[in-house]
């Protein structure tokens, strides 16, 4: 991902380089529509990890709290990875899905904007 400085002829070290991460991929997850998570949250994860740990072990530990988390119907869930429409593949790894370092895996829930479809 290239950067543009604001200031002319700024230079400095980058510090969210691959290879600071000790093999893993920092990878950004953001479920849409629901504000109580405002931004997406950054996880480092092995290239290797299969989706599904991700979509079993990780998006309910981070996700999970909130109540609509029981009622999402997974079989309707719109997926875009890097901006682009994706379908997960459940056993295969990360790396063999198109995800790289700095990826953003975004999450639509058809239904499901928080309680009572407010702001949440």
């Not at 290239?2 to 510090?15: F, H, N, P, Q, S």
């Not at 093999?23 to 950004?28: L, Q």
């Not at 479920?31 to 998006?59: I, K, R």
Request: one cysteine or more.
């Amino acid at each position: 991902m290239a950067v543009v400085a604001l200031k002319d002829g700024y230079t400095g070290e980058v510090r969210d380089r691959v290879e600071n991460f000790h093999g893993n991929w920092v990878t950004y997850l953001h479920w849409e529509d629901h504000l109580s998570f405002c931004a997406a949250l950054a996880f480092p994860f092995p290239p290797d990890m299969p989706f599904g740990a991700l979509l079993e072990e990780v998006l309910p530990t981070y996700y999970g709290m909130h109540p609509d988390w029981a009622n999402i119907d997974w079989s309707a869930v719109r997926w875009t990875l890097d901006g682009q429409d994706f379908t997960p593949d459940p056993a295969k790894a990360l790396k063999d899905q198109g995800f790289h370092h700095k990826s953003l895996l975004r999450f639509w829930t058809p239904g499901l904007k928080g309680p009572a479809d407010s702001c949440s």
